[in-house]
């Protein structure tokens, strides 16, 4: 399942949607579509979320050595 990117309509990070969700936001002008600069597709909402809930997220750094 293809998940969108969503940012708040400050800017900051949001949980990602469902492509389907996203493309009825920007039907429905609750959001516009966006793109970054290494091309990821995102939509940034118009007006404040019902929930702005953040998941907390870890990023792991794997070292390959010999």
Same mark, same amino acid.
């Given at each position: 399942?293809? *998940?969108?990117?969503?940012?708040?309509?400050? =800017?900051?990070? $949001?949980?990602?949607?469902? +492509?389907? *969700?996203?493309?009825?936001?920007?039907?429905? =002008?609750?959001? $516009?579509?966006?793109?970054? +600069?290494?091309?990821?597709?995102?939509?940034?909402?118009?007006?404040?979320?019902?929930?702005?809930?953040?998941?907390?997220?870890?990023?792991?750094?794997?070292?390959?050595?010999?």
């Amino acid at each position: 399942m293809l *998940r969108v990117s969503v940012l708040s309509p400050e =800017g900051n990070p $949001l949980m990602p949607t469902k +492509a389907s *969700r996203a493309r009825r936001w920007i039907k429905c =002008g609750k959001a $516009l579509e966006k793109f970054n +600069a290494l091309g990821q597709f995102y939509v940034q909402l118009l007006h404040e979320p019902s929930d702005s809930k953040v998941q907390p997220t870890q990023v792991f750094q794997y070292q390959v050595g010999i």
